[in-house]
């Protein structure tokens, strides 16, 4: 049972477009969700993280909104830039039990 | 060394062998993990440790065997496995368990003949 989902497994973005990526959700009761980044030969690091009880969260070039009712969870990017072309996982937990991760979106950006 | 390290980097193994992944965290944190990613796939939670306790294992076969002697440490043992393990094997830790920040290790490609 997959909760977490990333329908697109790929993107790609002209530098210093906005990038969005997308992740759906099943469980309504997850509350606390994040974004890691991962490039090749490395493990995720972490990105960026929002409460459920907020509805967006912005940190420099990145901000992600929630919207409970639809279950989805975005991360958007502006400007995009080449050094952010990498895989993006989005991550949900539920009381601050374990972590449950979508397949991830290779994200590409182009000079 | 900082951060999350895991050795070896790449390991190629047959379904005879046994051989061991080793994970060291330098951020003193109380909770360690190991996921398995295959292609494609999101990543799988294998085993929860929380001050060198298992709080979690997540229905894995029995040739995964987990061993945390420390804080610092967690070794994952490997034994008779299958062609269908190969996948990238990754190993993070974070203050508390939970589903709050973690910090992973670069991984250990594993490819099972």
């Known amino acids: 049972d997959q909760q977490v989902k990333q329908n697109s497994p790929s993107l790609s973005v002209q530098e210093g477009r906005i990038s969005i990526l997308n992740c759906d959700y099943t469980n309504s009761m997850f509350d606390y969700f994040l974004w890691y980044k991962k490039y090749p030969a490395e493990g995720p690091t972490f990105l960026i993280s929002?409460?459920?009880?907020?509805d967006k969260n912005e940190d420099g070039r990145f901000t992600v909104f929630l919207n409970k009712s639809a279950k989805h969870l975005s991360l958007h990017i502006v400007p995009s830039q080449p050094g952010d072309s990498a895989v993006y996982f989005c991550a949900a937990s539920f009381n601050n039990n374990d972590m449950r991760f979508g397949a991830g979106t290779r994200l590409t950006v182009k000079p | 060394e900082t951060g999350v390290t895991q050795t070896p980097r790449h390991l190629v193994m047959g379904m005879t062998n046994k051989k061991s992944l080793k994970c060291e965290q330098h951020l003193g944190h109380n909770a360690m993990y190991w996921y398995k990613q295959s292609a494609k796939k999101p990543l799988e939670l294998m085993f929860v440790y929380s001050l060198e306790e298992r709080v979690e294992n997540n229905s894995v076969p029995s040739r995964f065997s987990p061993e945390c002697p420390n804080s610092s440490h967690l070794f994952l043992h490997l034994h008779t496995l299958q062609p269908e393990d190969s996948a990238l094997y990754l190993c993070?830790?974070?203050?508390?368990?939970?589903?709050?920040?973690?910090?992973f290790g670069p991984g250990t490609r594993l490819t099972v003949l």
């Open positions: 929002i409460s459920s009880i907020k």
């Open positions: 993070a830790s974070s203050q508390d368990s939970g589903g709050r920040e973690q910090f």
